[in-house]
Nanobody, 121 residues
Framework: VQLQASGGGLVQAGGSLSVSCVAS????????MGWFRQAPGKEREFVAA????????YYADSVKGRFTISRDNAKNTVYLQMHSLKPEDTAVYYC???????????????WGQGTQVTVSS
């Protein structure tokens, strides 16, 4: 699976931003999709995941209630809508495809190239 993330940018604290990730190469609906992020000097951390058909979602406590993950299997795309953004949300955001909805990066087999999200205070 090839993953292409896009939609990052610069936003003020309290604002909103959406990122998306388009998959190609294999049957998108066969994969659990996840979003991770990595800030400078920090380890990659789990943000959100969504089951194959989109029925179940999972969130890190730090983004619960502010971020929403969704997917459109007809468009081979997974989305991450981010609201009430904080400076600590600044990071490179990566989409990933795997077979288990898990917060561990090692459980995901395919990764996109990442898109930068910067939240100014």
């Amino acid at each position: 699976v090839q993953l292409q993330a896009s939609g990052g940018g610069l936003v003020q604290a309290g604002g909103s931003l959406s990122v998306s990730c388009v998959a190609s190469g294999r049957t998108f609906s066969n994969y659990v999709m996840g979003w991770f992020r990595q800030a400078p000097g920090k380890e990659r951390e789990f943000v959100a995941a969504i089951s194959r058909l989109g029925a179940t979602t999972y969130y890190a406590d730090s983004v619960k209630g502010r971020f929403t993950i969704s997917r459109d299997n007809a468009k081979n795309t997974v989305y991450l809508q981010m609201h009430s953004l904080k400076p600590e949300d600044t990071a490179v955001y990566y989409c990933a495809a795997g077979t288990v909805a898990d917060g561990t990066p090692e459980k995901y087999d395919y990764w996109g190239q990442g898109t930068q999200v910067t939240v100014s205070s």
